[in-house]
């Protein structure tokens, strides 16, 4: 639906619109639905690997014991959780709502599946970050090394979403072929593909939205 050129071009006018803070600034693509009867129940939950990496990963969780658990540790996953912690999880609330919170990806060894349900089922499923489940002898290493460049789209009986596509360090050629993956997805499990897409908007942190019909204006340098 969308061309590179015309991304391209609604990323450059996005950044002229922000106002350069101290932080790094993210940067935000939010699609627009349109003619989706979501009283239907209409949702969408994926998971995209973004073909150019933002500065901050990922944050990946893996629940996971034995073999699994250690080739996890051994890969620098950022949180580990075995069987009795998940256990303990599973009497304590807040604890298990500041991991819920804490991490974006959730891994978990397929035997532990059924515990990861009881333990923190119910404060995983309402944030869309159920476990993907990872079968004995799976290559953790790879699998969660494709979750930290990942992002994931979310929307639950409404006509929009919004992810994040990368932050103000990236050039606008990486940050529109994000977006763009970020597209294709979306399309392919919309019922009538980019018909289904009204249209789009990107946003830095501090900045104005733009689409394009804003970005029409801004003249686009083929690289």
């Known amino acids: 639906m969308y061309s590179d050129t015309q991304l391209r071009g609604i990323v450059k006018h996005a950044r002229a619109e922000s106002t350069k803070r101290r932080f790094t600034q993210s940067v935000e693509l939010t699609v627009i639905l349109k003619d989706i009867d979501v009283k239907r129940g209409f949702n969408l939950l994926e998971v995209v690997e973004l073909p150019h990496r933002m500065t901050r990963n990922a944050k990946l969780c893996v629940i996971a014991s034995g073999d699994m658990s250690t080739r996890a540790r051994k890969a620098g996953i950022d949180k580990v959780i075995e069987q009795d912690e998940l256990s303990r999880l599973g009497t304590n609330k807040r604890e298990a709502r500041k991991i ?9 060894d397929t035997s532990l599946m059924a515990n990861v349900g009881r333990s923190l089922g119910q404060f995983l499923g309402p944030k869309g970050k ?3 489940p990872v079968p004995y002898g799976a290559p953790i290493e790879n699998i969660s090394e494709r979750y930290r460049g990942s992002v994931r789209i979310r929307s639950k009986n409404q006509l929009n979403l919004a992810t994040k596509i990368g932050d103000e360090t990236m050039d606008d050629s990486n940050l529109a072929s994000n977006a763009s993956a970020v597209l294709a997805t979306i399309e392919k499990k919309l019922p009538q593909g980019d018909k289904n897409i009204r249209g789009i908007m990107i946003k830095f942190t501090m900045g104005k939205p733009a689409n394009d019909k804003s970005a029409k204006s801004e003249k686009i340098e083929s690289k």
């Open 100 to 108: 819920v919170r804490s991490y974006d990806f959730f891994l978990a």
């Open 130 to 132: 159920m476990p993907s």
